[in-house]
């Protein structure tokens, strides 16, 4: 059983649900990344989604697009990001770690050398945005065999047959876009979100985070009645781009805290 696998059975015994705090390796500043890791798990984070930064962030709104600027001027890549997961690793053996990207760092560095660099440094599971699954069946592979979870996004938008074909190849968890359009838009429809969700398990027993759109507690509380995992990425990272490096552990830790009371108050 995998660290995630494991984090979601616990939880499921204590009736509780999932948080899923996401932040972009390197911002404000790689020296800054690690502390920030730790801080959210001090502060209720279930799960860590860490993001690898990127030049064309596709899936991601602006918020996020400025945190990948910000981390690539400071050249963070994915050595360095596989580097920080193995720096937290030092101190924390059991939170898992959730590394979620694009396929072109990956296929740079080559798909198995990959897979064995995530096992060593203790990364949990790998979401990578743009490697449609008809495609990507051997890097599910190579991911599997090191008991690294495939994660796999579905959408609004996701054909019944296809969802199958997602939700029989991911594990770990599967996670669910609540909208249409990129990561912090606006006007989520908490009954859409319901009913696609239901529409979910019908044909898979894993846990379904949800994410895009998450902008404050309220909404999380929302999330958390009717998901597993509530995944919060363009506020937390907000809350980042807002914030001075001397400020910004303890801002993130106040947001943190505000969403941790709002998702164990259902």
Do not use: W
Not at 50 to 58: E, K, N, R, W, Y
Not at 103 to 130: H, I, Q, S, Y
Not at 144 to 154: E, G, V, W
Request: proline letters at 5%; charged letters at 20%.
């Amino acid at each position: 059983m995998s660290r995630i696998q494991q984090t979601f059975a616990t939880l499921k015994q204590q009736g509780k649900k999932a948080l899923i705090p996401y932040i972009t390796a390197g911002d404000p500043h790689p020296r800054l990344t690690v502390d920030l890791m730790h801080e959210l798990v001090r502060t209720g984070a279930d799960i860590i989604e860490l993001g690898v930064p990127f030049s064309d962030p596709m899936a991601d709104g602006p918020v996020i697009q400025r945190a990948s600027e910000r981390a690539l001027a400071h050249h963070v890549s994915l050595n360095h990001v596989l580097e920080m997961v193995q720096a937290f690793r030092m101190k924390n053996t059991t939170t898992p770690v959730v590394l979620m990207g694009y396929a072109n760092p990956v296929e740079a560095m080559g798909t198995e050398r990959f897979a064995d660099r995530a096992k060593a440094a203790g990364v949990d599971g790998v979401l990578t945005v743009d490697y449609p699954p008809e495609e990507c069946g051997e890097f599910v592979r190579l991911l599997k065999a090191r008991n690294i979870d495939p994660i796999f996004l579905l959408s609004p938008t996701t054909e019944p047959a296809r969802v199958q074909t997602i939700v029989d190849m991911a594990s770990g968890f599967v996670y669910y876009v609540s909208l249409r359009g990129v990561t912090g838009a606006q006007n989520l429809d908490i009954v859409d979100v319901a009913k696609h969700i239901a529409i979910i398990r019908g044909k898979t027993g894993l846990p379904i985070g949800v994410g895009f759109g998450v902008r404050d507690a309220a909404t999380a509380k929302s999330i958390a009645h009717v998901a597993d995992a509530v995944v919060v990425g363009s506020r937390m990272v907000q809350a980042i781009e807002q914030s001075s490096e001397q400020n910004v552990v303890a801002n993130v830790a106040a947001l943190m805290t505000e969403l941790r009371s709002a998702i164990n108050s259902n």
